[in-house]
């Protein structure tokens, strides 16, 4: 089992910046990638940014491309997402989720593991 606590959501005006934290706990040695996800009122849940553990490969949807930025910090199992230039319409429940492979990166039914959520408002 692997257990995902995010953190660092809240209220911010379009144009700023937040940084959601995620920290995994448990078997961790059995996570090869991590990714997060958003769900919006009344939307399905959407790909945001995954990151690979091992090779330290990223993918960030094209909605987040040159805004949102995935790392990850190795020595403490734990991944980040850096936002800049906040829209609106990234107001979202974030998720964070893990996955013992590789594949499949982008699709959130692929993941076992997921955290319990952070919200982030971005006001206009």
């Known amino acids: 089992q692997v257990q995902l606590v995010e953190s660092g959501g809240g209220l911010v005006q379009a144009g700023g910046s937040l940084r959601l934290s995620c920290a995994a706990s448990g078997r961790t040695g059995s996570t090869f990638t991590m990714g997060w996800f958003r769900q919006a009122p009344g939307k399905a849940r959407e790909f945001v940014a995954a990151?690979?553990?091992?090779?330290?490969?990223?993918f960030h949807a094209d909605s987040v491309k040159g805004r949102f930025t995935i790392s990850r910090d190795n020595g403490k199992t734990t991944v980040y997402l850096q936002m800049n230039s906040l829209k609106p319409e990234d107001t979202a429940i974030y998720y964070c989720a893990a996955k013992g492979t590789i594949v499949a990166v982008t699709q959130g039914t692929a993941y076992p593991y997921w955290g319990q959520g952070t919200q982030v408002t971005v006001s206009s």
């Open positions: 990151i690979t553990w091992g090779g330290g490969s990223t």
